[in-house]
């Protein structure tokens, strides 16, 4: 049985930047390790992780 990683939401505190983080499975690519990384790709800041109620 798989593990199902729940997505989550990272917000940048300084710009207010924000992106959505879903893992699609438990195995990660480089890809996925780069979006998942909480910091700010716009200011370098250290983003803050928000958890998400509803997936739209
Ligand atoms: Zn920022």
Redesign the pocket.
């Known amino acids: 049985m798989a593990i199902q990683p729940n997505p989550y939401k990272l917000v940048?505190p300084?710009?207010?930047?924000s992106k959505i983080v879903a893992p699609r499975s438990d195995a990660f690519s480089p890809k996925d390790l780069i979006a998942m990384s909480p910091v700010?790709s716009?200011?370098?800041?250290k983003?803050e992780r928000k958890n998400i109620d509803k997936f739209i």
């Open positions: 940048c300084n710009c207010g930047s700010c716009k200011c370098g800041n983003m």
